[in-house]
């Protein structure tokens, strides 16, 4: 397993991403990528609370529970750490976040908001996510899902895929999918010199 990454801030906006990969034995790993709310305060900071309180609770949970009741579980836990944090701050805060816990050959996903997961193998590229967003107009994306210390939804979605020895799963937040063509970054270098306009951030993991 190879893991690489990056999160840099845009051209005209700071880095509200957060993420963190964690690689728990040879064949398992956990992958979490949020992407801090415009609009709401904070969004770094909910960003990297709800990264380091999800990656927390799988690793302290993770063989006692089974794998989509460890990752709706973890989704609560960080949901109920912002309504915390957003209490003692006198705040609005949320972030959208996607996680991938990896254990030999299958993959396990979820998400909640914008932040994608992509699947490569046998030359194809598969988006696995499907963006919680509305379409207001004038060019405009509201999330419909997200952590921002209200609660869960509790049809949080859940997905199990099988992957090969040789697939590439990418984890990556809007600013760096709707800017470059997702299938260059299976292959390539990452493209870390490119000039974002918005905060971009991805995980990639070769199996």
């Known amino acids: 397993m190879k893991i690489d ?12 991403d957060s993420l963190s990969v964690l690689q728990i034995a040879d064949n398992k790993a956990i992958a979490v990528l949020a992407d801090g709310m415009g609009g709401l305060t904070f969004g770094k900071v909910a960003a990297d ?16 529970l089974a794998v989509q009741d460890l990752l709706n579980q973890a989704l609560e836990y960080a949901d109920e750490m912002v309504s915390q944090k957003s209490l003692v701050t006198h705040s609005k805060m949320g ?8 254990d030999g050959s299958n993959i396990h996903y979820t998400w909640q908001g914008n932040v994608r997961i992509y699947l490569f193998g046998h030359g194809k590229v598969a988006q696995l996510t499907l963006d919680h967003t509305l379409d207001v107009g004038y060019g405009k994306q509201l999330l419909t899902r997200c952590i921002k210390g209200a609660g869960i939804r509790p049809d949080v979605p859940y997905q199990c895929e099988k992957a090969n020895t040789r697939s590439v799963l990418l984890l990556c937040t809007d600013g760096l999918y709707k800017q470059i063509e997702v299938c260059q970054v299976f292959d390539k270098a990452l493209p870390i010199d490119g000039k974002y306009e918005d905060d971009a951030s991805l995980i990639k993991i070769e199996l």
């Open 5 to 16: 990454g990056f999160s840099i801030k845009g051209i005209h906006y700071s880095n509200e």
């Open 49 to 64: 609370l709800i990264v380091n309180s999800i990656t927390d609770f799988v690793c302290e949970h993770e063989g006692e």
């Open 95 to 102: 972030a959208a976040v996607a996680i991938a816990f990896i």
